[in-house]
């Protein structure tokens, strides 16, 4: 449903929740949501309206983490409690995106300073075709931020590079990091280099940060904060986090489906944040599981293998396949020598040997 078909359905049936959506977003806003949920998506035009909404209320001066699903999932507010700190990330978003939205995500909370990460979606969804096309797009958006908050300090982020698995990608992810680099350092600005800082002795996303080839996990992120804080702050963070670890680490996990078919929407039948298990009455050859996904094979109720791209049908034992919110927790948990048990819909991992 459009921004303006809700807009017109609230009014009819929830007069006041309207009147309250009338005060925050205007007539123009919800033409600019609806013609950004046509070109973009819902996801896209869901955060853009969350934007303008908080826009009057955010206290100027803060930091601004601008950028896609990768800033979107930073845990800003665990790590930085009551800290003036803003997030600006839309899962799914490209540099053309964000550049259309600089005056809701910048110029309108007036920060003191801005991080900047953008541009693997461009490179993972071939959009645009050419090098020197996202190049310049680039440009135009960092020029755009500098005129949105000229007395702000902005940081370049370089993007990060894809696991092994999802590497065939990370020859034009290189390349266009050097630009980054070249343009903010023709601009005099500060780069933080998480792509050197995580990528391994071949150039790939290291498996440790990441739970599906491109997002980060905790461990991941950690990693990003320990770039850009002073080790006090660090280890501030650290501590900050660590319920986010135990809730990671808790012992099962439900499975919503065994061997599902090709009807669902998502690769491999699984649900956007499912656990799955796959087992030898699986009727294809192989899951079906995309780069995105993370899979470990077990036999014998042992992990012997972490996966992450369209495992084979199993002939002995049987595979779990995580997407999502799931991916962390097999991630975490599913390494290979661990013990696992299939108990009341739920798998289930042991610590100590087998």
């Known amino acids: 449903m459009s921004f ?11 007069p006041s929740v309207a009147t309250a959506a009338a005060q925050s977003l205007t007539a123009e806003d919800l033409l600019r949501l609806e013609e950004a949920e046509r070109r973009r998506g819902a996801h896209y035009a869901e955060r853009l309206s969350m934007f303008i909404r908080e826009a009057p209320l955010v206290e ?12 979107e999932g930073f845990p800003l507010r665990q790590v930085f409690p009551g800290q003036n700190m803003v997030n600006r990330g839309i899962g799914g978003d490209r540099v053309e995106g964000v550049l259309e939205r600089v005056d809701v995500s910048v110029e309108r909370v007036r920060p003191r300073r801005i991080f900047l990460k953008i541009g693997i979606n461009n490179i993972v969804h071939g959009l645009p075709a050419s090098d020197e096309q996202l190049s310049e797009h680039y440009e135009r958006l960092v020029d755009a931020i500098r005129a949105a908050a000229p007395s702000a300090e902005l940081i370049i982020q370089t993007t990060l590079p894809l696991a092994e698995r999802a590497g065939r990608h990370n020859g034009r992810v290189r390349r266009y990091v050097a630009h980054v680099r070249r343009v903010a350092e023709a601009r005099g600005l500060r780069v933080v280099d998480l792509h050197t800082k995580m990528a391994d002795e071949r150039g790939n996303l290291r498996d440790e940060y990441t739970t599906d080839s491109i997002h980060l996990n905790l461990r991941g992120y950690e990693a990003w904060m320990e770039m850009i804080l002073t080790p006090r702050e660090f280890f501030d963070a650290c501590v900050a986090l660590a319920p986010a670890w135990r809730r990671m680490r808790v012992p099962h996990h439900p499975i919503a ?17 499912d656990l799955v298990m796959y087992t030898e009455r699986l009727r294809r050859r192989t899951t079906g599981t ?19 791209l369209d495992a084979p049908r199993p002939v002995e034992g049987f595979v ?17 020598g661990v013990r696992v048990s299939l108990d009341h819909g739920e798998a ?3 610590r100590g040997p087998a």
């Open 348 to 350: 289930r991992w042991h």
């Open 320 to 336: 779990l396949s995580a997407g999502g919110r799931a991916a962390p927790w097999l991630s975490a948990n599913l390494l290979p």
């Open 60 to 71: 100027p001066g803060g930091t601004v983490f601008v950028g896609d699903s990768i800033s």
């Open 290 to 308: 995309d780069e995105w996904g993370m899979e470990a094979l077990v036999r014998g109720g042992v992990v012997v293998d972490v996966i992450g």
């Open 257 to 273: 489906a065994v061997d599902p078919g090709f009807a669902e929407d998502r690769p491999g039948g699984r649900g956007q944040h």
């Open 4 to 14: 303006v078909r809700t807009a017109t359905v609230l009014a009819a049936v929830l």
